[in-house]
């Protein structure tokens, strides 16, 4: 049977079906997008890709993604910030997430996932030693905990701190847990509810 679609265009295709969350629907609408697309466009699509993994590497200290050309996250060697106060994140991208609130002035530490039996994942093949001897080494007086609120989440956060609990010299927080801006208690789910409760502050 011939096929229905040219050769080169079911290559973009299923190329386009790797990625996560992208089902075989929505490849078909992307590949014929960037078919029907200016060739200049495709054209920079295609060099940034071409380009990605030989011009981005990770920080070997803080393992969060730099250029190829630089030795450690611009974040880190900053004098503006505070190495003693680290916010621990599963992926380089909550890094943006917390640097858009303009409100945290230490340092980060990408753990590459979380803990998770089901995928796989064990402590072993996050960046969680580099972690603790990093604590060590910068002499880290605050450990912002600030994974998910998920089960894999809860589940590193507890690691971490059996981890380090013999660190009488470092204090772990976690980020707290309330109700968003806006919404009624009687649409709120019952963990968001009770960890608005243990995080309620005096006025």
């Not at 402590?123 to 969680?128: A, E, N, V």
């Not at 707290?176 to 019952?190: M, T, W």
Request: hydrophobic share 40%.
């Amino acid at each position: 049977m011939d096929s229905v679609i040219p050769k080169s265009l079911q290559a973009v295709i299923e190329a386009l079906e790797q990625l996560p969350g992208v089902g075989p629907r929505t490849a078909e609408r992307y590949a014929y997008y960037l078919f029907r697309s200016d060739k200049s466009k495709v054209g920079a699509l295609s060099d940034s890709l071409k380009y990605l993994q030989q011009n981005v590497k990770y920080c070997p200290k803080t393992f969060a993604l730099i250029e190829t050309g630089q030795q450690l996250s611009p974040l880190y060697i900053s004098p503006k910030r505070d190495k003693t106060v680290v916010a621990v994140v599963a992926d380089p991208f909550d890094i943006v997430a917390l640097e858009k609130t303009h409100s945290f002035n230490g340092t980060y530490h990408v753990l590459g996932g979380l803990v998770s039996p089901i995928d796989n994942i064990g402590p072993g093949q996050l960046h969680i030693a580099e972690l603790v001897k990093r604590v060590k080494q910068d002499k880290v007086k605050e450990l912002i905990l600030a994974t998910n609120a998920s089960v894999e989440g809860e589940s590193t956060a507890l690691f971490i701190m059996q981890q380090l609990q013999k660190n009488k010299n470092l204090k772990i927080t976690r980020l707290a847990r309330g109700l968003p801006v806006g919404i009624d208690l009687e649409y709120a789910d019952q963990i968001t509810l009770k960890r608005a409760l243990e995080g309620r502050q005096a006025l």
